[in-house]
């Protein structure tokens, strides 16, 4: 007989499927509203996570907005000609660079905030606060988890 792998397909799609679907979806209703706001996705992730993240190093805000080092260079150098970061020395360690938005980005993503909301609600409004809170725990564990395994997996 099958294992219970077998029967998560034959009962339809496999959770990762869903997900993914679900993050394709997210990416293109994004890439059309960022557009509008003259932003690439990665340069706003990257803003986001420098908001809520502040004075992170180029290779830490790298990991946390998915892309890899040399990726984050083209976004940075971007990000910092339409002066929505900054770079300064890292106060308690002379050598480290840090990273952090200016009064300008905090304005520009207060502008994208309701398009980007419009797109949450879309994808998630059927849930109720408590569903939302529980599903964005699943998604940090399953994150976590997955980041344990390493890049071997």
Not at 19 to 33: H, N, S
Not at 118 to 138: K, T
Request: net charge negative; charged share 30%.
């Amino acid at each position: 007989m099958g294992d219970e792998s077998d029967r998560a397909d034959a009962d339809g799609p496999r959770l990762i499927y869903l997900v993914k679907q679900l993050e394709m979806g997210i990416r293109a209703r994004l890439d059309g509203v960022l557009r509008q706001h003259s932003i690439t996705v990665p340069q706003y992730t990257a803003l986001t996570v420098l908001e809520q993240h502040p004075e992170l190093s180029a290779a830490q805000l790298a990991r946390l907005s998915f892309v890899t080092p040399q990726a984050m260079e083209g976004v940075v150098r971007a990000l910092e000609e339409a002066g929505f970061i900054e770079r300064h020395r890292d106060p308690a360690n002379r050598r480290r660079l840090v990273i952090s938005v200016t009064e300008r980005a905090h304005a520009f993503l207060g502008e994208c905030r309701a398009d980007v909301s419009r797109i949450e609600e879309a994808a998630f409004g059927q849930l109720s606060p408590d569903e939302r809170a529980g599903l964005a725990v699943w998604l940090t564990e399953g994150r976590r988890a997955l980041s344990e395994l390493g890049t071997d997996s």
